[in-house]
């Protein structure tokens, strides 16, 4: 039948971006990463009514997550292959475009468990994407999404060397899906510390000095002879 032009749209969104994977190398600050326990941790277990909506606050709050369907269910049924949580009674998942988020502050470190229901439980599940981007939301990487057979979970993590990585965006590699049916579960995430800036390093050495020279005079008075 005739597509309606909305699911064009999400099917050239997802096509652009699948090109920008393939004609933008990875950064060399974007290394993969073993699992680990995150400064901020996401397992989709909040409070939730059943439906959809296209966005919903993740990490405690620390970030925004959107895409034009987003879920946290039970479980989740596709041509009658059903997932289930890697932990806990619920995970994530997106329908008709990539997952996007949004973070509050720049990310030193990203990962979680990645799965699918749209392949059967014995095949393997094409590989999905992901992208970094910045705060002004320009590219500075991208990876895949390693998927397991079937329904399995599989872990992917993600780790930046001096990148300003503020937003990220991520789907299945199903092409015919708009990037949807990608589902996340135990997500976790590291901030970057803070470093004083520049002015405030040189206002904090000023104060020590000036702290500095009122000990020493003290030091003096205190070893003058008295009359």
């Not at 949580?85 to 008709?96: E, K, T």
């Not at 999404?145 to 780790?159: D, Q």
């Not at 405030?200 to 030091?219: D, E, F, H, M, P």
């Amino acid at each position: 039948g005739k597509k309606s032009p909305m699911r064009f749209t999400h099917t050239a969104l997802f096509c652009l971006t699948y090109a920008a994977i393939c004609t933008h190398s990875a950064h060399a600050g974007i290394m993969l990463s073993s699992e680990f326990t995150g400064e901020f941790s996401e397992g989709f277990e909040a409070p939730w009514h059943d439906g959809f909506v296209s966005s919903f606050p993740v990490f405690g709050g620390e970030a925004q997550a959107s895409a034009t369907m987003l879920g946290r269910p039970h479980r989740w049924s596709f041509n009658g292959v059903y997932i289930y949580p890697y932990a806990g009674d619920r995970f994530g998942g997106n329908i008709m475009s990539p997952w996007r988020l949004v973070f509050d502050n720049e990310i030193s470190r990203f990962g979680g468990y990645f799965g699918t229901n749209t392949e059967l439980p014995s095949q393997d599940a094409p590989d999905g994407f992901i992208q970094f981007y910045d705060e002004s939301n320009s590219f500075l990487g991208a990876s895949t999404i390693t998927l397991g057979r079937g329904t399995s979970w599989t872990w992917n993590g993600w780790s930046f060397d001096n990148m300003p990585v503020k937003s990220i965006v991520l789907g299945s590699g199903n092409q015919t899906l708009s990037g949807g049916f990608l589902m996340l579960d135990e997500l976790q995430a590291n901030g970057v510390d803070v470093v004083p800036e520049p002015t405030s390093i040189a206002l904090w050495g000023l104060g020590t000095l000036g702290l500095g020279a009122v000990v020493r005079r003290r030091k003096r008075e205190r070893a003058k002879p008295t009359a």
